[in-house]
């Protein structure tokens, strides 16, 4: 059975500093998904990642195939990054998302 | 990639009363999926949309309750009927392009509240 943990579950941090979110699954995938949820309820799809790596702004993910393990990072944080954050994993083989409990960053001023 | 939009964003219902949300994309897609996020829970699969066929439901999820439909390769229509405050969820809209399921976009989603 594959599980995908995300660490930390919530993360508190001042405007500026460098995040760290970390994801980790048990089998082989075809890809990781990073979004993002705010405390509306809107989601977006930050990054679909195979393998390496991608940036988008202040936003940096990375996956370790071998290690199953992918990180997203937050350069120069800012309140308005102050959301929900979920890892889900997917396979080629059929539709089913295997999703993490997601973790909940709060970025003080 | 592809760009999904979903209408309405939110909204407020009575119980009895049905809500249709719709999915359009900015290109054709191979597959369309609805998804519902109950409060502090996460996303779980209601449904396939398929084109031109009835859709494929997950276990828990029947047709009489969450109708969907697919008319073509770009739009899709989920529907909660007879609706109780138990539907309140944000329902979001996901689709795959090339037939490769693991490559998945994902809509803003409809939050959903029902009094």
């Known amino acids: 059975k594959n599980e995908v943990e995300q660490s930390p579950q919530n993360l508190t941090a001042q405007e500026g500093e460098f995040i760290t979110i970390n994801c980790s699954y048990s089998v082989g995938i075809s890809a990781l998904h990073w979004l993002q949820q705010h405390p509306g309820g809107g989601i977006v799809s930050l990054f679909m990642?195979?393998?390496?790596?991608k940036k988008h702004g202040r936003l940096i993910a990375t996956i370790n195939i071998q290690e199953k393990h992918s990180s997203l990072h937050i350069t120069a944080s800012h309140p308005r990054d102050s959301a929900v954050y979920i890892c889900a994993v997917s396979f080629d083989s059929n539709y089913q998302l295997i999703w993490g409990a997601g973790t909940k960053l709060i970025i003080k001023p | 990639s592809a760009v999904i939009s979903q209408k309405p964003s939110r909204d407020i219902c009575q119980r009895g009363t049905s809500l249709t949300i719709q999915c359009q994309v900015d290109?054709?897609?191979?597959?369309m999926f609805w998804y519902r996020q109950q409060p502090g829970q996460s996303l779980t699969l209601i449904a396939t949309a398929n084109q031109g066929s009835e859709a494929t439901y997950e276990s828990g999820f029947v047709i009489d309750k969450f109708p969907i439909s697919r008319p073509n390769l770009t739009f899709s229509t989920l529907t909660v009927s007879n609706m109780s405050p138990e539907d309140s969820s944000i329902y979001l809209c996901?689709?795959?392009?090339?037939?490769?399921?693991?490559?998945?976009?994902f809509g803003p989603g409809t939050r959903l509240t029902v009094t």
């Open positions: 990642l195979s393998s390496g790596k």
């Open positions: 290109s054709q897609v191979t597959m």
């Open positions: 996901s689709v795959a392009k090339s037939g490769r399921a693991s490559e998945q976009y």
